[in-house]
Structures are given as structure tokens and as C-alpha cells.
């Protein structure tokens, strides 16, 4: 039982010991700042993929949300003083709650319609966020927002981030795991593929849509939260409509409704330009390339739902039967 | 025996077209009824107003006692009507066992918290619910497949076993032999008997004559909209309005 389960020890064991190693050997802070950005973007992946990919509803809006979880966490850590155990949560809630508000009277859309729909939700929120001076401070955007921090247990750092981000995405993963691959999963890929179809064999698809708009945006927010301490400053342009579309190119490079695909897709083409930094400007045409030539010759992706969903039946899955691992436990 | 689907003066309208037109019709706890009728008679509107898939202009229908007029088509798959559709309508990107499991996930109910404690009681009732419709369609096998790698055939009793896995009390058969071959339909004909035999009552619709004349114990005859007939097969047979409706009256020629 337990040898058949070592992708989540082999995960685990990149995450926490050989990257921090291998960071902490290439002897830079760099290293771990550019680490902590990608772990952020996996979390906002995983997240937009379980709306986008897994149950099919294309959205637009996501770095949006984004930007809600990263200015309530702001907020509150620079307003009341809150610290960041307490921000991330509240960071995830406030963007859930603002979410399934906003996303309601969209319930009844699909495909294009809610993918514009989306785009329309981004706008008003990265607007609002540029335009409520007194509360947003507008475009200067809101500075000195207190790093990840235990006073007495460890200072704000580099390496503190990195750990942060790893330990915070490792559970977002897990949840969104856990709703993915399991036949609260398979419902949602039923309403993906024929919503009303699916509506006939007993699912109810509204409150089915519901609670993945609430559950991805709970992350996007948390993603936020941690994008706020890290970095110690964000503005509104950080959650522009072309986040969103970077998002979703990430998960389509990676694999459409798989999560071990969101994570290669943000690793991929955030970890891209920072190794290709020699070649000069010359690295976002490869970057390009590297998009345009993956969806040509792999369009389900590079780790793509179907191979996603074999790996962690025989990992996660049940047979209830001797004859193979086909269901979910 | 009791009525299990009670419809009653039942008219849908879509703008100016009337497609059913104050349809009145039972089916008994246990039967095997057929409704026929020519093409655009609105049969499929009818089974569409059954499932919920589109709700009624005017009339009421009953499903073992129950209003289901205005109910949204998830509660009345829960509550006992199990469908499938006449241009196949399976998830084609989704495993048999993955495909035939939404119809037992329809049936337990789904949760998002049970899903994120992984409930081990509510997965073990939806895998044997899924495990008994694949039995019961001969797709066991199969599990494992895509359901876009299937044959014809087997998609069309992959449609049936996902309306299974939902337990249904009613099985709504929207042109089930459609495009099968001679041996197939036969073969089809006597699932649909065994099924039957297990308890489950079915409502079908069908164009093969054949089919429905050995079939069923009981045929509807739908035309412009309207019941015009309601008879064993036999009857129908002899009907002066069935045989015109199909054919013509002399008049017309």
C-alpha cells in the first residue's frame, strides 16, 4: 500500500529538501525570490485550472481575484496590523465571498459567454482597484506590507518565503487534489463536458459551479496574500488582464484539468526566462517559441489530464476489485 | 397496477409551434410502453418535458405522486427517472467506469466536504452502484476504456448504464435501436425485457416498428403534438388514425 504511493513523497521531497539545497548552493537570494514567484503562480494555476480545466468554465478573471485576496491581506497588515497567519485566511475568505457575489448571476452561463462574462468581472475589479483612491491608494499602490514573519521563531527572509509559499501551496494542492481526483471530481468533468446532460443523471450543476467559483477563489486569494508579503509591495497593474491571460496560458501549456500539468506549466515559463537571462531579449522569443511549439505538437498539454488522471488512480485510486484501479477511494 | 408517470393535458409551446399539444398519458408501475409517432410528432419534446430538460407550457405531470412540473431536472433524476438520449449524449473524454459513475454520484448526492475528508462510506456506495450498472449492460470489462474508444453499439449501452447507475424506477429510452443492425436490435430488445423483468419500468421511443410491436406491451401513438391512440400493439395495428397518420388518408394522395 504504501510503495504504491510515491508521488506525493517524491513532490514532498523536491519541495522541502532537494530545490531549497540546490537554491541555497547556487549561493543567492535571487534564486529563492524567483522560487517563491513560481510557487505563488502554482498555487494561482492549480487554482484556475480546477474552474478552468477540470470543470470546464473558461475564466478570464482570474489574476483579478488575485488582486482581491493580495490587497485584503495588505490591508489588513498594514491597516490593523494583522500578521500574515491571520491574513491568508481572511485573504482567502474575503476573495471567496466577493467571488460567488460576483460570479452568481454568471451561474446560468457557459463557455464563451462566461469566459466574457469573466473578462467583464476582472475589469470592474482591476478598476475599482485603481480607482478607490482612499481606500486602494490607487496606482501608487500600497508599499512596506510586512514580510512572513514569527516574532522570536524567525525573521522575514528569502528563505522564509520560499518556505512559506511551499508549506501554504503544498495544502492548497492537496485540497484541490483531494476535489480533483475523486468522484466529486468526476462530476465536475461531467459538467464540463455536457452540462445538461449531467444535470439528468442527478447533479446539481448550479451548486456544483458554486462551490468551485468559492473554492478557486479562496486560493487565488491565499495566492494573493502570500504575493503581498513576499514582495512587500503590489499595485494594481500587478492584476491586470494580461496576468489572467499568462495564467491560462500556463495551464493549457501544462495540461488542460491537470493539476501535475498547472505546476510544469507555471515552473515552465517562469523558470524560462530566468535561465535564459544570458541570451538577453532574445529569451521571450524563445519563451514564445516554447508556448506556440508545445500547443502544436502536444495540444492536450505536457502533462496532460488523461496521463494526470492514470498516475493518481494507481497512486490515490480504488479498485474495490480485483480488476484494476478504475475508481476513485 | 398503480401509475408511476402521470401526464396530464400537457402542452409545450416554443413561440408560434405548438410541439405538444395537450398530451394526456400513463404509464403503470412495471410496463414496457412505446410511444411512436412520425417524425416532429414531439415525442422527444415529450421525454425532454419528462426529465425536466425543458419545462411545460400548460398541464401538470406526476411521477409516483410527486408534482414534477417545475422541478429541475437533478431532482427528478433523483427522484427516479433515468434517461438517455437520442443522439448519444456520453462524456466522451471520460473513462466507462468514470462516465457510468456520474449517474451513481447523481444517486448518493455529492459533497463538496465529503470529497475534501475523502469519505470513504459515500466513494465505496458510488463505485458499487457503478460496479452493478456495468455489470448489468456487460461493459465490466470495459472499465478502464475511454469512452470515445467504444463501438456504436456499446456507447449505446453505456448511455443505458449511466441512466442505471442512477437506479431508476422509470427508464425514459429515447430511440434506443437507432443504428443498430438486425442482431443487435434483437439482442437489445431482450436487455431491455430482462431489465424490465428486474423491476425497472420503461418508457421508450422508437421508430423500428418492429422493435416497439414486440416489445412492448403497451403503445402510445403521438401525432401533431397529440395522443391519437393507446392500445396493446395489436390494437394499434388495427387503428384507422394510427394507420392514417403514418400514411396518409386517402384525401391526401
Known amino acids: ?329 | 397496477m398503480s401509475a408511476l408517470l402521470e401526464i396530464d393535458n400537457v402542452t409545450r409551446r416554443f413561440g408560434g409551434l405548438t410541439a405538444v399539444d395537450g398530451f394526456t398519458g400513463v404509464v403503470r408501475r412495471g410496463e414496457r410502453v412505446g410511444l411512436i409517432g412520425p417524425n416532429g410528432a414531439g415525442k422527444t419534446t415529450l421525454f425532454n418535458l419528462i426529465s425536466g430538460f425543458t419545462p411545460v407550457s400548460a398541464g401538470e405531470i406526476r411521477f409516483d405522486a410527486h408534482l414534477m412540473s417545475g422541478m429541475k431536472s437533478f431532482q427528478i433524476a433523483r427522484l427516479g427517472v433515468g434517461r438517455t438520449f437520442q443522439n448519444l449524449r456520453i462524456f466522451p473524454n471520460m473513462t466507462v467506469f468514470d462516465n457510468v459513475s456520474v449517474g451513481a454520484i447523481g444517486a448518493a448526492g455529492h459533497s463538496v466536504w465529503q470529497a475534501l475528508a475523502r469519505d470513504r462510506g459515500a466513494a465505496e456506495k458510488v463505485s458499487a452502484g457503478t460496479w452493478a450498472a456495468l455489470e448489468r449492460t456487460g461493459l465490466t470489462a470495459l472499465a478502464g476504456q475511454l469512452a470515445a474508444n467504444l463501438s456504436y453499439g456499446r456507447r449505446k449501452y453505456l448511455e443505458i448504464a449511466r441512466a442505471l447507475a442512477l437506479e431508476p424506477e422509470l427508464l425514459i429510452l429515447d430511440e434506443p435501436a437507432a443504428g443498430l443492425n438486425d442482431t443487435e436490435t434483437s439482442e437489445l430488445a431482450a436487455f431491455v425485457e430482462r431489465l424490465n423483468a428486474d423491476g425497472t419500468t420503461v418508457l421508450l421511443v422508437e421508430h423500428d416498428m418492429g422493435f416497439v410491436m414486440g416489445l412492448c406491451q403497451r403503445v402510445m401513438v403521438m401525432a401533431s403534438g397529440r395522443k391519437i391512440a393507446d392500445g396493446t400493439p395489436a390494437e394499434i395495428g388495427r387503428d384507422r388514425q394510427v394507420l392514417e397518420a403514418y400514411l396518409g388518408t386517402e384525401d391526401d394522395a
Open chain 1, 1 to 329: 500500500m504504501n510503495g504504491s504511493r510515491q508521488a506525493p513523497v517524491l513532490a514532498l521531497g523536491a519541495l522541502f529538501v532537494v530545490v531549497p539545497l540546490v537554491l541555497y548552493l547556487s549561493g543567492s537570494g535571487y534564486a529563492f525570490r524567483v522560487a517563491t514567484t513560481i510557487g505563488v503562480f502554482c498555487i494561482l494555476t492549480v487554482s484556475a485550472n480546477f474552474i478552468t480545466g477540470t470543470t470546464g468554465l473558461l475564466s478570464l478573471g482570474h489574476a483579478a481575484f488575485y488582486g482581491i485576496g493580495a490587497y485584503a491581506a495588505a490591508l489588513a497588515a498594514t491597516s490593523f496590523g494583522w500578521p500574515f497567519w491571520i491574513t491568508l485566511p481572511f485573504a482567502g475568505l474575503v476573495t471567496s465571498v466577493i467571488g460567488i457575489l460576483l460570479a452568481l448571476p454568471t451561474m446560468r452561463l457557459v463557455s464563451i459567454h462566461f469566459a466574457v462574462a469573466t473578462l467583464g468581472l476582472g475589469e470592474i475589479i482591476h478598476v475599482t482597484l485603481l480607482n478607490w483612491v482612499d481606500f486602494t491608494r490607487g496606482p501608487m499602490g500600497i508599499p512596506a506590507i510586512p514580510g512572513i514573519a514569527i516574532p522570536g521563531l524567525f525573521k522575514a527572509s528569502d528563505v522564509g518565503n520560499y518556505f512559506a509559499v511551499a508549506v501554504i501551496g503544498a495544502i492548497a494542492v492537496f485540497a484541490i487534489h483531494r476535489l480533483t481526483h475523486s468522484y466529486y471530481g468526476n462530476a465536475l468533468r461531467a459538467l464540463r463536458e455536457d452540462d445538461q446532460c449531467a444535470e439528468t443523471m442527478g447533479l446539481d450543476i448550479v451548486r456544483l459551479k458554486i462551490e468551485v467559483f468559492a473554492v478557486s477563489c479562496f486560493f487565488a486569494g491565499v495566492a494573493g496574500a502570500l504575493w503581498s508579503h513576499t514582495t512587500g509591495y503590489i499595485s494594481p497593474n500587478d492584476f491586470r488582464f494580461n496576468e489572467s491571460i499568462l495564467i491560462l496560458a500556463m495551464i493549457v501549456v501544462g495540461g488542460l484539468g491537470s493539476i501535475p500539468g498547472a505546476i510544469v506549466g507555471a515552473t515552465l515559463l517562469l523558470a524560462l526566462p530566468e535561465v535564459l537571462r544570458p541570451i538577453g531579449d532574445y529569451r521571450m522569443i524563445v519563451v514564445g517559441s516554447v508556448m506556440f511549439l508545445s500547443i502544436l505538437f502536444l495540444p492536450r498539454g505536457i502533462f496532460g489530464e488523461v496521463s494526470a488522471l492514470d498516475l493518481m488512480r494507481r497512486q490515490f485510486g480504488a479498485a474495490w476489485r480485483r480488476d484494476g484501479r478504475v475508481g476513485w477511494r
